[in-house]
């Protein structure tokens, strides 16, 4: 079973956000709520309303997998965004506790 999240940009700073299990935009990834194939659709249109609703930007699906329960982008980029910089792991999300 293929695992995704939703993604986006907050409008109002830039943050990279994630489609929480309430609708809501969370700022950990931790926090995402995961979607199999049967519900992945459904969650993008959630996605969008926040975009139509100005709050996020550039929604769309990211694949992840489970590690130690939590959702764990399969890309490089995906991590990237959802940790922070690559070269200063003491500055950004990595960093906080």
Do not use: C
């Not at 990211?62 to 590690?67: C, I, N, S």
Request: zero cysteines.
């Amino acid at each position: 079973m293929s695992l995704e999240i939703i993604t986006a940009n907050r409008l109002r700073d830039g943050a990279v956000v994630w489609l929480g299990h309430h609708d809501d935009w969370v700022e950990r990834i931790q926090d995402a709520a995961t979607f199999d194939e049967t519900k992945i659709e459904g969650a993008l249109e959630a996605g969008n309303e926040g975009a139509r609703h100005q709050l996020v930007v550039d929604v769309y699906r990211v694949p992840v997998e489970l590690k130690d329960g939590r959702p764990s982008p399969k890309t490089y980029r995906e991590r990237i965004r959802a940790q922070g910089p690559s070269v200063r792991p003491d500055l950004g999300k990595q960093a906080s506790p």
